[in-house]
C-alpha cells in the first residue's frame, strides 16, 4: 500500500501495480482469491491480521488501491474504529464513487489515499484522500501514466524523486507490459534501500509484495510474495 503505478492501454484499459511495505511484525498476506463482497465478486489479496485488504479489482468496473496517509506524515494514534483494509471493502455497498463519498462515515479511520479507477466507456480515477478531519477528492488524468508513493513513508523530496525515476523509465517504453512495470517496481531507485520501490529499512520496514491487474478484454491479476516467494495469477471473471 505504498507505492502504485497505472498505465493507460487505451481509452478503457490499463495496467495497475502495487508495491506493499508493511512492518515484519504483520502476517504474511493470503495470495489473491475470488470473494463476494455485498453481492459483488471481488478478487483480491486478503491482509491476515484484518481480513481486509489494500488492491482489489471487482468482476466488472472498479478496481481500488491504497496507500498509507493522505498527504503528509500523520501520528500514528490506535485504537482506530476500523481498518482502512476493511474500509475500501465496504466500497461495494454502493451503487457508484459519489454515495461512497457522501454516505459513508470516516470518521475513526486512520488517514489514507484511496484510488478508485472506474471503467465505463472510459476510465475515471477518482483520488481520495482522508486526513483524519476531511475527505478531499481528485480526479486524475487517466490518458497519461500516474505514479503514488505514501505520504506516510516518504517525504515530499523523495516522493518527486520517485516521479522522476518513473519519468525516466516512460521515457524508454513504447509499450506497457506487466511484465516490465512489475520489474520497474523491483528496480526503480538509485540504490537507497530506504527510498527505492523495492524498499527494505533495516528489516523493520519492507515490501512484502507486489501486485498488478492488467485490466482488459481479459483481466487478470498477479500477486508476488517477496517474503515466501512464488507468483500467483488469477483470471478475473
Known amino acids: 500500500m505504498c507505492t502504485v503505478t497505472y498505465l493507460p492501454l487505451g481509452k478503457d484499459k490499463f495496467i495497475l501495480t502495487s508495491n506493499r511495505d508493511e512492518g515484519k511484525s504483520r502476517k504474511i498476506a493470503l495470495p489473491p482469491a475470488k470473494y463476494s463482497v455485498y453481492d459483488t465478486d471481488v478478487y483480491y489479496p486478503k491482509d491476515a491480521d484484518a481480513n481486509g485488504t489494500w ?6 468496473q472498479f478496481t481500488l488501491c491504497i496507500l498509507n496517509g493522505a498527504f503528509t506524515p500523520h501520528e500514528h494514534k490506535p485504537p482506530y474504529k476500523l481498518s482502512r483494509g476493511l474500509m475500501l471493502l465496504d466500497f461495494f455497498k454502493y451503487k457508484n464513487v459519489n454515495d461512497f463519498c457522501t454516505q459513508y462515515d470516516f470518521t475513526g479511520i486512520e488517514p489514507f489515499t484511496l484510488l478508485i479507477f ?8 477518482h483520488e481520495l484522500r482522508w486526513d483524519g478531519t476531511k475527505l478531499h477528492t481528485f480526479i486524475k488524468d ?3 501514466p500516474q505514479i503514488w508513493s505514501s505520504a506516510q513513508l516518504y517525504s515530499t523530496e523523495v516522493i518527486k524523486q520517485r516521479e522522476e525515476w518513473f519519468a525516466e523509465w516512460l521515457k524508454a517504453r513504447n509499450e506497457f507490459t506487466m511484465d516490465k512495470i512489475i520489474r520497474f517496481h523491483k528496480t526503480g531507485g538509485n540504490g537507497n534501500s530506504y527510498t527505492d520501490l523495492l524498499m527494505n529499512r533495516d528489516g523493520r520496514v519492507f515490501t512484502v509484495s507486489i501486485t498488478s491487474v492488467k485490466r482488459a478484454e481479459q483481466s ?3 500477486y508476488e510474495d517477496m517474503i515466501l516467494g512464488g507468483v500467483k495469477d488469477i483470471t478475473i471473471e
Open 118 to 125: 472506474e471503467q465505463n466507456q472510459a476510465v475515471t480515477i
Open 55 to 60: 488492491f482489489a479489482a471487482a468482476s466488472k
Open 220 to 222: 487478470v491479476m498477479r
Open 142 to 144: 487517466a490518458t497519461v
